[in-house]
């Protein structure tokens, strides 16, 4: 096969990803072959990541967890598939971004790739955000919230209606109305707070709305519960006793908010103070939190944590003694 055809395959193999046993091609396989269509010259050029301008993208994912892995990747194996970019009729020397985001900031962040591969396209925006979401929902590993937080993202900024963007997402417009009630729901700011939750799907996140509904529970309360379980996680991570690298600290978070609004009887998640670090002066950490009228203090495995443990009740009367001593 020749270069040529090797290049011209990249989109042909995107545009033909969710093509139905049938095969009939959805509309959202037509935008991705017209974005095909409209590469210049069918090569792959090789610009300036700076060159390229990301502007009113609509946001599909809710973190950039992986965007290390993806950068170290690049720098060991090279840059395997390029990203879409279109011209920008105001300045000759600048593009726009079709699709590609996490590859554009993995280069960015580099210190060896000075370059990213690009193909470039001669597009409408509308072309262009058509080719951005029908890539987006080619993907499989977007969460079933990233993608119903995305629809309700076209669907707010004017992009169509509900049966319009149905039809670009190649979904019923059933699937549309029903991913938009569980985020009215559960609300778009604590979806956020929460993550995207991988392995969630649709029936756990509708039993999450309706009993934030049934019970009346204050959203805000709950993210901030979400928001305590991420601080968790990545306290644990910086003393060394963080989960393994498959467990994802959103399921968590949808687990505590989950709890909270399913337990009988239960008062809402009340406000915390967020996790304190303090530095020790061997270069090591611990960690200070309070929840409710608990103070938690965390050390990280070793042999002071040891002494600590050991020596705890003389040290809490030393501290008892000091605080009763001040109040004098």
Known sequence: ?????????????????????????????????????????????????????????????????????????????????????????????????????????????????????????SMADEDALRAQISENMARRDLSYIEKALFARELVDSGYGTQAQVAEVLTVAKSTISMALTILDQVGADLVRAIGPAHGIGRPRWETLGRAIEEVGAERTALAELAHREHSMADSAAALGRGPSGDDDPSLAAF?????????????PPKKTVEPRRISLADGGSAQVSRSGKRLRLELGQGEFSDWVEQEAGVLLNELYQRWQDQRR
């Open 1 to 121: 096969m020749t270069n040529k055809k090797q290049r011209m395959s990249m989109l042909d193999n995107l545009a033909g990803a969710a093509v139905p046993a049938t095969g009939a091609i959805m509309p959202g396989n037509r935008a991705l072959r017209a974005a095909r269509d409209a590469v210049d010259a069918h090569r792959v050029w090789e610009l300036d990541p700076d060159q390229i301008d990301i502007g009113d993208r609509i946001r599909d994912r809710l973190d950039d967890a992986g965007l290390h892995e993806l950068r170290d990747a690049i720098e060991r194996n090279g840059q395997a598939v390029p990203i879409l970019v279109r011209r920008d009729s105001a300045q000759h020397d600048r593009y726009l971004l079709v699709y590609g985001y996490r590859r554009l900031m993995a280069v960015r962040t580099s210190d060896k790739v000075s370059k990213i591969k690009a193909l470039v396209a």
């Open 255 to 267: 687990e505590a908010v989950l709890a909270a609004v399913q337990r009988p009887n239960a008062p």
